[in-house]
Structures are given as structure tokens and as C-alpha cells.
């Protein structure tokens, strides 16, 4: 059975969450970018309906594990002017963190990756809805695709296990380009045995809205 369609109730609530939840973080976004967060939240849900592209089905759920999620990670990638985002599924971190550029006038450009066909698609409606510059969905294996310009950082949520992430992306990045992994609790093993020239720490985050632990893994390529 589909998910049913959020009532008015419903979207009441989880539009105040997500403005609250911007306000905590402390982030200034204008009402234009708080509107399109809620109309990419709006669009999630209802492809999710037909083409599966989470397992998070309540609108309250996508704004805090999806929405306010990504943007916590934002003040520590805003630096960046070249992000890849790895295994994006339905543009997440990706598609947030343009719109967190976009908002700022900061000349990110977020290259989206994702080997799924259907999920691709959704990312390119989403952009041509909100008018989204600087976002460029790709229907690619990291593993073959050529990136058009030189990248500064790679950034993933749930693509492998940090030692994995690096392997299969190394050749992307330039001496001082950065990985971004989102992980949970746990994540300790997979920082042991990681290659000499690779310089980590690990940002707690905090998610208004999520009760479970939440890290930004950064490696610095040196």
C-alpha cells in the first residue's frame, strides 16, 4: 500500500519544524530558499508515493532526517566551489546544500551522482521545479565517471564505509581536497588503517528534531 498523502495538519507541522529547525542550526535563509526546501520536501513525498526513493514516508521525517540533516553539514562544506555528491539516491545532501548556496550567493557547483536511473530523474525535476543553479545530476557509477571541471571536496551520506569511500574517490580529488562522510554513532572502525596521507577528524552534529548521534567524518587529502 502507498503512503498516504499528508493532511493539512500534517504539513502545518512539519513546515514549523522545518523553519525552527533552520532557526537552531543557526542558519539565516531567506523565505524564498525555506520555500523551495519545502517544495523539494513536497515533491519528495509524492514521487516517493510511486518510484520508492526512501524509506522515509511521513513529511515530518523527511524535514528532520532529510532536510535538516543536510543542512547541519552546511557551515563545514560552504568553503567548498566544486562538491560531488556520491550515491545521492534522491539528491540528499546534494540538492539542500545548492540551495544553502544559492541562498548565500556563494558559487558552489554540487555535481550529483547516483548508478539509478529513476532517482537521476526525480533530481532533475526537483532542479527544473526550483530553479536550481549550479546543480548537476548524473546518472553514473563514481568508478567511470570524469568530472568536467577539478572538484574540491566529495561528500556522501550513505554510499560505503569511510575507508571505502576514499578508495573507490582518491582519484578525484587534488592534494587538499576534503571527503564529507554523514554517519551515525558508530564509525570508529572505519577510520583504523586509513592511508598515511589522509588527515581526519570527526564534527559532532547536532540535528534539531533527531535524537541519534550524528557525525561529519572530514579527510583532508595532504
Known amino acids: 500500500m502507498s503512503p ?40 519528495l513525498v509524492k514521487w516517493n508515493r510511486v518510484y520508492n526513493l526512501t524509506a522515509i514516508t511521513r513529511l515530518e521525517e523527511v524535514v528532520t532526517h532529510h532536510l535538516l540533516d543536510a543542512l547541519a553539514v552546511w557551515p ?3 568553503q567548498e566551489r566544486v562538491l560531488v555528491d556520491v550515491g545521492s539516491g534522491a539528491g540528499l545532501p546534494g540538492i539542500v546544500l545548492a540551495l544553502a548556496a544559492q541562498a548565500e550567493g556563494r558559487p558552489l557547483e554540487v555535481h550529483s551522482l547516483d548508478a539509478v536511473a529513476k532517482k537521476i ?29 577539478p572538484i574540491s571536496g566529495i561528500i556522501s551520506r550513505a554510499f560505503a564505509r569511510f575507508d571505502e569511500f576514499i578508495a573507490l574517490t582518491r582519484h578525484l580529488l587534488p592534494q587538499g581536497g576534503r ?3 554523514m554517519k551515525g554513532p558508530r564509525h570508529e572502525e572505519e577510520l583504523a588503517g586509513l592511508p598515511e596521507d589522509v588527515a581526519v577528524r570527526v564534527v559532532p552534529l547536532e540535528v534539531p528534531g533527531l535524537a541519534e548521534a ?7 587529502l595532504r
Open 76 to 78: 563545514w562544506v560552504r
Open 214 to 220: 550524528r557525525h561529519l567524518v572530514i579527510g583532508e
Open 4 to 43: 498516504r498523502a499528508p493532511s493539512s495538519q500534517d504539513e502545518a507541522a512539519a513546515r514549523a519544524l522545518l523553519e525552527e529547525g533552520v532557526a537552531v542550526l543557526g542558519l539565516s535563509l531567506p523565505a524564498t530558499t525555506l520555500e523551495a526546501l519545502w517544495r523539494y520536501a513536497g515533491l
Open 179 to 181: 571527503w564529507y562522510a
Open 121 to 149: 530523474a526525480f533530481q532533475r525535476q526537483v532542479a527544473i521545479e526550483l530553479g536550481l543553479k549550479g546543480f548537476h545530476p548524473w546518472h553514473e557509477r563514481i568508478e567511470r565517471w570524469q568530472p568536467p571541471a
